[in-house]
């Protein structure tokens, strides 16, 4: 079942849990708020039950249109912008392997455990440009859930958690990033989980949560923190064993309609490709390749996957419009071509 019909689509509100300590790690994953009643609390404590509010609505429409469907002292923790001269040692630099990030190190944690799924966080950091969404100072925070990782630096810092030991201080370098350097200290953290040690049932459980949370936030006409919780969903699903989830084919498409609202039509054609490997036939991600095959200037192969959504639906009228403006393009392309020939061989 396809959710996002190239809009967004209605969801019901996913509250994010409140930040608490405790010394049991089993409890500490099953206390992510029994006030607020956050269903990925009863993924974590392994009390599973089937969420109806996830399974969004086929057609209904949302307000996007894509088409017609759709506290140590604080100068101490800052430091200058001078230290980012100083010759740094390969021993006190982590880079993160997407390349979003050096980590310098500027006291060593102890320990070899990192925090994982489910870990609350005590952090004290500082740097953070305005409207980042994160607060500075003393703060705690949830590995895998919270409205704080939904930003471009949130998502970083939960990156340069997952690579920190208690106790470790480390300074944030991003490429191109001009502004003052981005300090932060890992104070402690309760245990967690890896993904590879939850159960089937939970990594669903957890994918459906993040992608009602992505729809969520498409709707609020933030393709980009959607497409990073459909992505985690994904990143969920993959490890499990064949045939896997069907929940990878929305998600997919999801993703797809948020990657063409964010100028990436290459990885759209991708995403749709993925939806198409496990049902050919699949209407909305049949259209979305289209346009963004013709984003591409792959005018034949947008005309095909528009030609196949009107032979099924021939009263599409977004795939209409798109299939005229690709025929419109394709005429432009002709008509410059022969002119060109006109003027190398008249």
Partial sequence: METLSINPVGEKN??????QWGKNPKKNLNSTTQQ??????????LRMSPNPASQ???????PEKLTTELEEDPNKSRGSASEMLEPLQPSDLWNCPDGSFVKKIIIRGHGLDKPKLGSRCRVLAFGFPLGSGLPEGRTELTMGLGPWREGTWGELIEKCLESMCQGEEA?????????PPVRLTLASFT???DSWELEASEKEALARQERARGTELFRAGNPEGAARCYGRALRLLLT?????????TVLHANLAACQLLLGQPHLAAQSCDRVLEREPGHLKALYRRGVAQAALGKLEEATADLKK???VDPKNRAAQEELGKVIFQGKKQDAGLALGLRKMFG
Wanted: hydrophobic share 25%; net charge negative; charged share 15%.
């Fill in 240 to 248: 499990l064993p064949p045939p896997g989830s069907p929940e990878r």
């Fill in 56 to 62: 969004i609505p086929e057609n209904v429409q949302g």
């Fill in 36 to 45: 607020r009643q956050e269903p990925l609390t009863e993924v974590l404590a």
């Fill in 14 to 19: 996913t509250s994010q849990p409140q930040q």
């Fill in 309 to 311: 959504v009107l032979a």
């Fill in 191 to 193: 245990q967690g989980q």
């Fill in 171 to 179: 300074e944030l370098q991003l490429p191109g990033y001009s502004g």
